[in-house]
């Protein structure tokens, strides 16, 4: 469930004026930004940029961009765009990171429904000129490029339907992959990439029935193997994406700093899908209110910005 409620009847006019008054004058009302944006759906948010820009003549996420800063200039960039350009500009700042880590990439293309991946595959070709298959392909190699230009070609069956038999097969063929590491045979990737979540998740239930532990905990863990650190997350966000994103919220917190990359992150995509629930997990599991947690490792607007998006009253 979602922790943002957005009223069913606004005025966007009204909602694009309150942004443009915000943004006028010697100092930029934060609080005003918050109050219309944090509170609003992805499809009255992109009402309000049409009917600002119809108004005003000039775009009001470059607008956002130029008035605030930081964290939260961030939040709020992040917050106002369509869900699928989002995603593709995610995935785009991922691709351009030095390195070979792409866990970001990974997220998205294991927890997005097939039209969903769908939609960022376009939006990513709208905005860049390029395919997010060429860019995926171009920025790894091995057996980590075939898995995420796999994950990122599927269009997978979204039914309930499951093969109790297959699903049994392929635990099967999965254990035999993991115990003789071969953790790029063919069939882990086909299996990963193609099939649906539901069959996924009851091939994942027959492992662990078969082998007594679960497919997660005989994959090597904290690997420095860039494919089998891959190929973990992959199993993860397939298997349990509110585990996951719970993760990476504790994560995000935990420890001396915070990531606030990751922390918005998780709070911007996931605040109209599920965070309700990834925030009662977080409860549960570290005897602290996610809400509390964020508000003790953050400030300012950012931390407002935040809390709002969790649902709160700021």
Not at 95 to 119: D, M, Q, R, Y
Not at 167 to 192: C, M, P, Q, T
Not at 212 to 222: A, E, Q, R, V, W
Not at 223 to 244: F, G, H, N, T
Request: glycine residues 4%; hydrophobic residues 35%.
């Amino acid at each position: 469930m979602a922790t943002v409620s957005a009223p069913k009847q606004v005025s966007v006019k009204e909602d694009a004026e309150a942004l443009r008054k915000a943004c006028q004058g010697w100092g930029t009302d934060e609080k005003a930004i918050i109050a219309v944006l944090g509170r609003r759906n992805a499809a009255q948010r992109r009402q309000i940029r049409h009917v600002y820009e119809e108004i005003y003549q000039e775009d009001l996420i470059k607008r956002l961009e130029s008035e605030l800063s930081g964290h939260f200039e961030k939040a709020v960039y992040r917050w106002i765009l369509d869900p699928p350009d989002r995603d593709a500009v995610l995935a785009n700042v991922e691709l351009k990171k030095s390195g070979n880590k792409h866990h970001v990439i990974v997220e998205i293309l294991c927890t997005k429904n097939p039209e969903e991946l769908l939609a960022i595959r376009r939006a990513y070709h709208a905005r860049y000129k390029r395919s997010l298959e060429e860019e995926v392909a171009y920025h790894t190699k091995g057996d980590t490029r075939r898995l995420l230009v796999a994950l990122v070609s599927a269009f997978r069956y979204y039914g309930e339907e499951i093969n109790t038999t297959l699903a049994k097969s392929e635990a099967k063929k999965l254990h035999e992959a993991i115990k003789d590491k071969k953790f790029g045979n063919e069939d882990v990737i086909r299996i990963l990439s193609t099939r649906s979540i539901a069959q996924l998740q009851a091939t994942f239930n027959c492992y662990r029935e078969q082998e007594g532990t679960s497919i997660t905990k005989n994959l090597p863990k904290d690997s420095s193997d860039e494919y089998i650190a891959m190929l973990r997350m992959a199993v993860q966000c397939l298997k349990d994406p509110k585990k996951y994103f719970e993760k990476v919220l504790r994560r995000s917190i935990e420890g001396i700093g915070t990531d606030e990359d990751a922390l918005t992150r998780v709070i911007v995509t996931r605040a109209e899908k599920d965070l309700k629930e990834i925030k009662e997990l977080y409860h549960k599991r570290n005897n602290v209110p996610l809400d509390k947690a964020v508000d003790k490792e953050t400030s300012g607007d950012y931390k407002d910005m935040l809390l709002t998006l969790l649902g709160n009253e700021v």
